[in-house]
């Protein structure tokens, strides 16, 4: 198993929800809306895990052409999260991809067979367990 990279959230203590997130060598403020509560200066915990899946997905689509030797340009994937407590699970993620080059339509249809093959879409899709502890 890989050594687990940690990522971090601080709460300065202010009253707000700014929160600044540590990944790596990266700074993030995560925020709420302001209709939430929030001054919407960054993005919302789910739009980082919707963000997390759009990397994810457009990494592992550069890497599988490159692994080829197709010609894809640009790659562009946009996740949006939506929730519906009348579904099972509620938590939907809708991811829309969109590619440049000049690919084959065989070429195209498995870049979109592969998108929903990152480890990131297969995480969310089987699940994850959590557990939390004081440290």
Not at 64 to 89: F, I, T
Request: hydrophobic content about 45%.
């Amino acid at each position: 198993m890989a050594e687990a990279r940690v990522v971090s959230a601080d709460d300065p203590g202010k009253g707000g929800l700014q929160m600044m997130l540590a990944a790596g060598p990266a700074r993030i403020v995560a925020d709420q809306p302001l209709e939430a509560g929030g001054l919407d200066l960054g993005p919302t915990p789910h739009e980082l895990v919707s963000a997390g899946l759009a990397a994810c997905a457009t990494q592992t689509l550069r890497l599988y052409a490159n692994l080829k030797g197709w010609p894809l340009g640009h790659v562009h994937v946009a996740v949006a999260h939506r929730k519906d407590e009348a579904q099972s699970p509620p938590d939907a993620f809708e991811v829309t991809v969109r590619l440049q080059g000049p690919l084959s339509p065989e070429q195209t249809e498995r870049l979109l067979q592969i998108a929903d093959h990152c480890p990131v879409h297969r995480m969310l899709a089987a699940g994850a367990r959590v557990t939390t502890a004081v440290g």
